[in-house]
């Protein structure tokens, strides 16, 4: 996971390269028909960027995985009741993997036309995804880990809206390890599942 030190300073840089078109976030699915501390840590994070004119936009990036939930569109609900403009919202829903969140997300942002985009997650899956971005997707992709320290200041003002996820709920569902066995998945982690033709 990166450092505390390194996530101000990545913040820092992205307050003076920004404001950026768009930045994506990685889905994670629903626990319990509700959202995990790390997805409300994920959608927070977004919404404080997206307040702070760091960002103009949010993509969150994600199918239906683990659960019979699209995680995009989810996400997508949790950040319109804490604030976010729907209009400022974009979804990608094919991605099955981290590195397939990052891959289509970054094709879809330049089919409309956004340019300046920016990774907007945890540390431990910025440090995880960084150098698969740089080598895989595109060097001109910044990285926004969120800081802890920030979050914590937001938490007394944090809120749990009451959702109906019943329309996203995918039909004759089928989780990743139902469909696919270990040594696929493994190889969709590491990126080497895409589809490279999504999005053209």
Known sequence: MLSSKSTKKLLKEAEENGPYDLIIVPGIPLEKDQWSRTMKARVYWSKYLFDRGIAKNIMYSGGAVY???????????????????????????KAEHSTENIYYSYKKAQKLNFNHIALATDPFQTKMLRRFVRKKVSKDIDCIPMVFDTLKTMEQTMIDPTINFDSLKVKDFQSLPEKQGFWKRLRGTRGLNIDKTAYE
Do not use: H, S
């Not at 939930?69 to 400022?88: D, Q, S, T």
């Open 67 to 93: 659960t019979p939930y699209v995680e995009a569109e989810v996400m997508a609900l949790y950040g319109e009741a804490i604030g976010i403009p729907r209009e400022n919202i974009f979804t990608e829903t």
